[in-house]
């Protein structure tokens, strides 16, 4: 079973860098027609998906988030990374990292999701 575990710092100061980290075990991110997906839950707000990469390493981000975001990954550590740049107190939410098979939005496997807190 594919199992995804999310890290990376957890407080950020406005104008940051936010990096988050997926690793994922049981699987291999190279597999085909897997996405691997970046989405966030403010709070008291539905959720709100990011960005993907598909298994060939391309990358689709939602229109509102596409000038701050990228999305990248390590093959041989089967890792995926998503930078969301120049945060503000609207970025704080729990981020989740998320497996979908065999399209985008069929999604299965997530991480237990990581609290990223903006505040000055």
């Known amino acids: 079973q594919v199992q995804l575990q999310e890290s990376g710092p957890g407080l950020l100061k406005p104008s940051q860098t936010l990096s988050l980290t997926c690793t994922v075990s049981?699987?291999?991110?190279?597999?085909?027609?897997?996405?691997w997906s970046w989405i966030r839950q403010p709070p008291k707000k539905g959720l709100e998906w990011i960005g993907y990469?598909?298994?060939?390493?391309?990358?689709v981000y939602t229109p509102s988030l596409k000038s701050r975001t990228s999305i990248s990954r390590d093959t041989s550590k089967n890792q995926f990374t998503l930078q969301l740049s120049s945060v503000t107190p609207e970025d704080t939410a729990v981020y989740y990292c998320?497996?979908?098979?065999?399209?985008?939005?069929?999604?299965?496997?997530w991480g237990q999701g990581t609290q990223v807190t903006v505040s000055s």
């Open positions: 998320v497996r979908a098979e065999p399209a985008p939005g069929d999604f299965g496997s």
């Open positions: 049981g699987g291999s991110i190279s597999t085909n027609n897997v996405y």
């Open positions: 990469m598909t298994s060939s390493g391309s990358t």
